[in-house]
T-cell receptor, first 112, second 112 residues
């Protein structure tokens, strides 16, 4: 039990679909992160939130839209994705930005 | 932001001690060194963190020389289950503006 949960674990969607990934942390942390990991590639940091405020946006296409309604929940809204967006999407949290990160199990996304 | 360099891959045998070295020549005064482990299709997991000299926990040891321009993660008596990717990260863990980025990591393969 990592304390960070992600749903769904697997998602298959068409390029015209709209879907959302959900992340929840039960650790009382103040910072949350979204990462993308494509096959055989390093983790790519997408977004960082600290106390519901976005503090990092690494030139991510607008078809990815994050939402952090409170410090325990983080969403990634997806729309009009491309096949190259297929990847493992990982959520993480930490006490504060820069501290040890605790990762969720990830959502395996396939875009057809 | 200190850049890190690690070997792309390493092989070792069960029961051996494995040492993975990371180079970070431009490490800053306030930077800490952190190592994560990642199994396939899972999020990374924190292993160990240090600032200088030696740090040991139940999983690994971290050796940092006086000039801090490199660090070595030591895994004692590895088993097949230690096959994973190991990431070395360097950054100011107390500065929320400092990006701590995952590089390509070292792919460790343990052989029977």
């Amino acid at each position: 039990e990592t304390g960070v949960t992600q749903t769904p674990r697997h998602l298959v969607m068409g390029m015209t679909n709209k879907k959302s990934l959900k992340c929840e942390q039960h650790l009382g942390h103040n910072a949350m992160y979204w990462y993308k990991q494509s096959a055989k590639k390093p983790l790519e940091l997408m977004f960082v939130y600290s106390l519901e405020e976005r503090v990092e946006n690494n030139s991510v296409p607008s078809r990815f839209s994050p939402e952090c309604p409170n410090s325990s929940h983080l969403f990634l809204h997806l729309h009009t994705l491309q096949p190259e967006d297929s990847a493992l999407y990982l959520c993480a949290s930490s006490q504060e930005v820069g501290n040890e990160q605790f990762f969720g199990p990830g959502t395996r996304l396939t875009v057809l | 932001l200190a850049k890190t360099t690690q070997p792309i891959s390493m092989d070792s045998y069960e029961g051996q001690e494995v040492n993975i070295t990371c180079s970070h020549n431009n490490i800053a005064t306030n930077d800490y060194i952190t190592w994560y482990q990642q199994f396939p299709s899972q999020g990374p997991r924190f292993i160990i963190q240090g600032y200088k000299t030696k740090v040991t926990n139940e999983v690994a040891s971290l050796f940092i020389p006086a000039d801090r321009k490199s660090s070595t993660l030591s895994l004692p008596r590895v088993s097949l289950s230690d096959t994973a990717v190991y990431y070395c990260l360097v950054g100011d863990i107390f500065n929320r503006d400092d990006k701590i980025i995952f590089g390509k990591g070292t792919r460790l393969h343990i052989l029977p």
